[in-house]
């Protein structure tokens, strides 16, 4: 993942920051509008909607036109490929998931926020005395909100090949919680080299980089079939067979 120090302007076009900052501008508006439902719901303890609305329209803002090809089971731990932010709402917005992410987003103030109004997970990946916690946290956030997501790559990729998945970040589902589905899922972007966030490129440059795209971004989560028998012994058989099922559909 991209880590320069500083925006590069240059590679946007002067035309283009007008369109960079109306959406930033729909997105801010779209986060004051449902965060009042999100606070009225949570009082009431209505099912966990307006992060889902969100992090749809959130996508769909920045130009995201996604479909969605075969099912996500329920109660389902997903493991998917991982190529830009617009992985997150794109599959947000197929199953409602939450995320796990690693204990590092909680130093930024605003995404530890909205990270955790999702039920976000935080993996603190080398502190081997909180698994146990990390265990029921994610037990938990299956049981709450039907799915749960992880990127085993640990960080984006090309979208042209996968990065070996690391069994070490599915250490909290390790032993899978009972009634608890683990299923694959490819994120098939149409103009992969345009979307991947690889390199020295910097958080932000990649963020602007994307909204300043006129043409659609249009994406395809494909829900593969889910993994079972021998695959499932532990977490890295689950690692293995998950690559595998990816790889195998990126061929086609």
Same mark, same amino acid.
Request: hydrophobic share 50%; net charge neutral; with cysteine.
């Given at each position: 993942?991209?880590?320069?120090? =500083?925006?590069?302007?240059?590679?946007?076009?002067?035309?283009?920051?007008?369109?960079?900052?109306?959406?930033?501008?729909?997105?801010?508006?779209?986060?004051?509008?449902?965060?009042?439902?999100?606070?009225?719901?949570?009082?009431?303890?209505?099912?966990?909607?307006?992060?889902?609305?969100?992090?749809?329209?959130?996508?769909?803002?920045?130009?995201?036109?996604?479909?969605?090809?075969?099912?996500?089971?329920?109660?389902?731990?997903?493991?998917?490929?991982?190529?830009?932010?617009?992985?997150?709402?794109?599959?947000?917005? =197929?199953?409602?998931?939450?995320?796990?992410?690693?204990?590092?987003?909680?130093?930024?103030?605003?995404?530890?926020?909205?990270?955790?109004?999702?039920?976000?997970?935080?993996?603190?990946?080398?502190?081997?005395?909180?698994?146990?916690?990390?265990?029921?946290?994610?037990?938990?956030?299956?049981?709450?909100?039907?799915?749960?997501?992880?990127?085993?790559?640990?960080?984006?990729?090309?979208?042209?090949?996968?990065?070996?998945?690391?069994?070490?970040?599915?250490?909290?589902?390790?032993?899978?919680?009972?009634?608890?589905?683990?299923?694959?899922?490819?994120?098939?972007?149409?103009?992969?080299?345009?979307?991947?966030?690889?390199?020295?490129e910097h958080g932000v440059d990649n963020f602007v980089r994307i909204l300043a795209r006129v043409k659609p971004l249009r994406l395809t989560v494909h829900f593969l079939a889910p993994l079972e028998g021998a695959e499932l012994a532990n977490r890295k058989t689950i690692a293995a067979a998950a690559q595998a099922a990816i790889e195998r559909a990126m061929a086609y």
């Amino acid at each position: 993942m991209g880590n320069a120090l =500083a925006l590069n302007p240059q590679r946007i076009a002067p035309a283009a920051w007008l369109l960079v900052g109306l959406r930033v501008a729909a997105m801010f508006a779209l986060l004051f509008a449902c965060l009042p439902f999100y606070y009225l719901w949570r009082l009431l303890g209505l099912s966990r909607l307006w992060p889902r609305v969100f992090l749809a329209g959130l996508g769909w803002i920045a130009g995201a036109r996604v479909t969605v090809k075969g099912r996500h089971m329920p109660n389902a731990l997903l493991l998917a490929n991982h190529v830009s932010w617009l992985d997150i709402p794109a599959i947000a917005r =197929a199953t409602g998931t939450a995320f796990v992410g690693h204990d590092g987003l909680t130093k930024v103030p605003l995404i530890r926020h909205l990270s955790s109004m999702n039920d976000t997970v935080f993996v603190a990946r080398h502190d081997k005395g909180s698994v146990a916690q990390q265990v029921e946290l994610v037990r938990t956030a299956i049981a709450e909100t039907g799915a749960l997501t992880i990127f085993p790559e640990g960080t984006t990729s090309d979208g042209v090949t996968l990065l070996p998945f690391k069994s070490s970040l599915l250490s909290a589902a390790d032993p899978l919680p009972d009634g608890v589905a683990v299923q694959p899922v490819y994120l098939d972007y149409e103009e992969v080299p345009d979307i991947a966030w690889v390199g020295d490129e910097h958080g932000v440059d990649n963020f602007v980089r994307i909204l300043a795209r006129v043409k659609p971004l249009r994406l395809t989560v494909h829900f593969l079939a889910p993994l079972e028998g021998a695959e499932l012994a532990n977490r890295k058989t689950i690692a293995a067979a998950a690559q595998a099922a990816i790889e195998r559909a990126m061929a086609y």
